[in-house]
């Protein structure tokens, strides 16, 4: 186990600093009202002491580049390096946000691009990159479909369906959005139940919100026919793009009736997850939606591209982020499209599913339960814990916790919440078969360990920075700043 | 195959152990009329060599104009540390701490974030990030809303003086729960917030007064009376400020008597490149009375079995992955990386970096205007104390003069004539530490050569 790395701010001492960084000799004078008392306590480090500290911080961290990452849903990929240099030469580092578009053509040209390529991986007539995150591509989506209810003076659409194994962000977003949840129950097979829908929909419908594959692990299988009740009844599909690498270059969400859908470019786009964030929730809609996508979007009148703004998308929901949403974001996914082509596009719904079905085989040989065995596995799959729980007393998250002691980072566990003790796993198309059997042994191992001394896995983790950790303490003695709880 | 390991052999063993015939197998679940003909937008792909050519020439096309702007985005210098750092793998291809143990790096780091933007701003408490400064502050108002039980108008009151995007930015995103937006005017000549037609609401229920310090002229509000007029009439104050700034002038924590209720902001001037306009980070700080009504990730300091020190996500309660439709926000994803580059940014600045960039960034401002109004028919449209942005006022139309500059590499700054028409040709500059003694007298040379037509 490691030396904990003390607070950047006890490595501080009155006086020093990092001197090269910052321009000598100016002095504001700023009139007493306005003048600022007392310094911000923010650390004072010579460079290497605030590089060694960092540094030593990233290193308690796992990674994708340090360690197999299979967390459901979150689609853990690869990120190239070239995706990052390529976004960071330095005209791009440097072009301003406002800047016009008489300077701006290369930029433009690689974000009108990219438009085109997603609008042909999902099969939609228009995109927007302004999103910041799945979260607000899912709200940017909600708002479009209520403009578009509003401009057809239909005002008395005011629910969003979702079925339960949905992400938290969708019902969450649907009452951002000033809508009403109805939530509609899965079948034991994990498709929608279409008589539950049957009852849910109705003329209050303003839409249906879906992750297709499902966050169950397997696709919607009567797709079709869920469109067509909802379209019938008058209402619009939304698609959550989370599972999108399951499906890429095999079917499109446009292909299977989605009115409009968001991407997490930073899934299947494989821009990098940044220890939560940057993200970015592209949206794509349909013909009828075109009108009310959110500003800006990028436009082509022949050789020159300019930003659309309210002007020419009157009927807009408006802007969503300052400028044109997370840029750096979108010229990674666009370096990443360029390198895979249209063949590579292909390859990454299959590869995930070999990889994902390989998995599950695997661990259903050696024993674990899968929460839904007759099915095939998406890009990812979800064993259940329940037995285990039941007569060894060991839990999801005692598995979860004693992964790490073994190198890997943990699946996404009680995610959906309808499988009980649930491990959501999702290896990607980038993981080699080594890993992933070297993943089966593990977990074969740790079961092995629960049936012998089940005490052993439970107080995993052993090898970590730190053991488990409290959260009842965290939560209730709140400590959320240095100094405010103790004088040390 | 890019990116994809698999050998033939592998590909044999695996589809063998699922006993399958054939990878596209795999996707018999899916009805066979939805399966994808071609991708015929899509090109061929390229070798990381021809996507660095292609990404070279791109960027080239646009060059590296010497530029002028700010409203809201800011040119500073950014140590090589900063991003050398970012872009370790540890950081940069990790994802949101759900696993504490394996995430303590991160976790640790956001708590020290969140300590240096609490101090910075004057607050109690910060959360772990938000998208950007234009949707931290539409989240600040929702905020509000809920933290003010008191208010039931939803009524959020916001100077004309405010960045015109952010406001755009608060309707897009509050549309459907029925907050209401009023503007009060600046003081025509001076550039301030009306201070009359603030008071003329008195009586009214408001939930919150929104100020911008400084605001989208570059000037300084009288944050001190505005805060003290809003809490006197029951109304929360939410301040949107330039963290960088806050070196230099009184943090929101001190406004009036009793400080703000909620402070937001864009994090870019902290270690973010301009990029575009992103990726870049909100931040939001408050009291502790208003934790539990925040958005977003908080990180806490606990300790593990055995006692010892780590870092957490705490008061998980309001989020979406635990309340669903009852939580706080539908955020998921922030902007952790950004964080992580503002972090060590301010670690190796310190206060007196900051102050000594602020300062400077002010001074090359003074300067700047002090050059561009030697030219005749340039006017500065508001004197009063600035910090590093100032509006000009010309004899002609500000675009064609815009269109102009650019033809001479110079981006000469933002046009406000659309946005506020009151003040004619009117043109909004920037100037940080970045903006040499030469570069000011190149603009101004232009800008001369330019008028002189």
């Not at chain 1, 239909?154 to 649907?174: F, K, M, S, W, Y």
């Not at chain 1, 659309?308 to 807009?316: H, I, R, S």
């Not at chain 2, 025509?188 to 009359?196: A, E, I, R, Y």
Request: include cysteine; charge should be neutral.
């Amino acid at each position: 186990m490691r030396t904990p790395e003390p607070l950047i701010f006890k490595h501080s001492r009155s006086g020093r600093s990092a001197a090269g960084q910052y321009p000598q000799g100016a002095t504001a004078n700023v009139p007493e009202k306005f003048r600022r008392r007392k310094p911000a306590a923010l650390p004072e480090v010579s460079e290497l002491q605030a590089v060694r500290h960092f540094t030593r911080l990233s290193q308690l961290n796992f990674s994708i580049d340090t360690h197999f990452y299979p967390l459901g849903s979150c689609t853990m990929k690869y990120n190239p390096r070239a995706c990052n240099q390529y976004a960071m030469l330095p005209e791009l580092l440097g072009r301003h946000p406002l800047a016009p578009a008489g300077v701006s053509q290369g930029f433009l040209s690689c974000l009108y691009e990219l438009q085109e390529m997603l609008k042909d991986v999902t099969g939609m007539k228009g995109v927007s990159l302004t999103p910041m995150a799945g979260a607000q591509g899912e709200f940017a989506g909600l708002a479009m479909i209520r403009a578009y209810h509003r401009a057809r003076g239909d005002l008395q659409r005011t629910e969003i369906i979702v079925p339960d194994a949905a992400h938290g962000t969708n019902p969450a977003t649907a009452t951002m959005c000033g809508f009403s949840v109805v939530e509609i129950q899965s079948l034991p097979n994990g498709d929608v139940d279409l008589e539950a829908l049957k009852g849910a929909i109705g003329p209050k419908t303003a839409g249906i919100m879906l992750t297709n594959p499902s966050t169950l692990g397997v696709f919607e299988r009567r797709i079709q026919e869920v469109a067509k009740l909802v379209h019938e009844a008058g209402g619009l599909l939304y698609y959550d793009g989370a599972n999108l690498n399951a499906i890429l270059g095999k079917v499109r969400p446009g292909d299977m009736g989605f009115d409009v859908i968001h991407m997490n470019l930073h899934k299947t786009f494989s821009t990098p997850h940044g220890g939560g964030g940057p993200g970015s929730g592209a949206v794509g809609v349909n013909q009828r939606l075109l009108p009310f996508m959110p500003i800006p979007v990028v436009g082509k009148e022949g050789d020159s591209y300019r930003f659309l703004e309210e002007k020419d998308l009157p009927q807009t929901i408006g802007r969503l982020s300052a400028w044109a949403g997370n840029a750096g974001v979108l010229l990674r996914a666009y370096v990443y499209m360029r390198m895979l082509g249209r063949e590579g596009m292909h390859r990454v719904a299959e590869f995930a599913a070999l990889n994902a079905n390989y998995l599950l085989a695997r661990l259903k040989q050696a024993g674990f339960d899968a929460a839904y065995p007759e099915r095939r596995a998406s890009h990812e799959f979800i064993i259940t814990m329940k037995r285990q729980a039941k007569e060894l007393n060991v839990t999801a998250m005692d598995f979860a916790k004693r992964l790490l002691d073994y190198g890997f980072h943990a699946p996404t566990t009680y995610f959906p919440l309808l499988v009980p003790e649930c491990l959501l796993i999702e290896p990607t198309e980038t993981e080699a078969k080594e890993e992933l059997d070297a993943f089966v042994a593990a977990m074969v191992a740790i079961q092995a360990e629960a049936e012998q001394d089940a005490a052993k896995v439970k107080g995993a983790p052993y090898t970590l920075p730190v053991r488990r950790l409290d959260d009842v303490r965290a939560a209730k003695q709140l400590d959320l700043t240095y100094g405010m709880r103790s004088t040390e | 195959m890019p990116f994809i390991p698999h050998t033939d052999t592998d590909i044999k063993e695996m589809l063998a152990a699922i006993g399958a015939p054939s990878i596209d197998a795999l996707f018999d679940e899916i009805p066979a009329a939805l399966r994808i003909k071609s991708l015929a937008a899509i090109p061929e792909a390229l070798t990381e060599m021809e996507v660095g050519r292609l990404m070279t020439a791109r960027a080239q096309v646009d060059g590296r104009p010497l530029c002028f702007l700010g409203a809201g985005a800011y040119d500073h210098h950014i140590p090589a540390a900063v991003w050398a750092i970012v872009t370790r793998g540890e950081f940069y291809s990790a994802y949101t701490p759900y696993q504490a143990e394996a995430s303590q790096g991160t976790l640790q780091l956001l708590y020290e974030y969140q300590t240096m933007m609490s101090s910075l701003t004057g607050m109690e408490v910060s959360n772990a990030s938000l998208y950007d400064g234009a949707s931290a502050l539409a989240e600040a108002c929702l905020m509000s809303v809920r933290a003010h039980r008191k208010s039931k108008s939803a009524r959020i009151v916001v100077p004309a003086t405010l960045n015109p995007t952010y406001l755009s930015v608060s309707r897009a995103i509050t549309e459907g729960q029925n907050l209401k937006f009023d503007v009060l005017p600046y003081e025509p000549g001076k550039g301030t917030l009306q201070f009359s037609k603030l008071e003329a609401l008195k009586g009214e229920d408001i939930t919150a007064v929104v100020i911008q310090q400084p605001n989208f002229f570059g000037l300084m509000e009288d944050v001190d009376a505005i805060t003290d007029w809003a809490h006197a009439n029951g109304a929360q104050v939410i301040a949107v400020v330039n963290p960088l700034s806050l070196a230099m002038f009184k943090p929101p924590g001190e406004w009036g008597t009793k400080g703000v209720d909620i402070v937001v902001g864009d994090g870019q001037p902290l270690g973010v490149p301009l990029s575009s306009g992103g990726p870049y980070f909100g931040f939001m700080t408050t009291r502790m009375e208003h934790v539990r009504q925040m958005p977003g990730r908080i990180i806490g300091r606990t300790v593990d079995l055995d006692g010892k020190q780590g870092f957490t996500l705490t008061l998980q309660a309001r989020e979406q992955h635990i309340r669903r439709s009852k939580a706080t926000s539908n955020i998921c994803t922030n902007q952790g990386l950004l964080v992580t580059a503002a972090t060590i940014h301010m670690s190796l600045l310190g206060a007196s970096g900051l102050e000594a960039v602020a300062s400077t960034s002010q001074q090359q401002t003074a300067k700047l205007v002090e050059k561009l109004t030697r030219i005749p028919n340039v006017k500065l449209a508001f004197d009063g104390y600035r910090f590093h942005e100032a509006v000009l006022q010309l004899d002609r139309n500000v675009s064609d003069v815009l269109d102009a500059l650019a033809k001479r590499n110079i981006v000469g700054g933002l046009d406000l004539s659309k946005r506020y028409p009151e003040l004619g040709n009117a043109l909004l500059v920037c100037a940080t530490e970045t903006r040499t003694d030469a570069d000011i007298d190149a603009y101004a040379s232009a800008l001369a050569a330019v008028l002189e037509r």
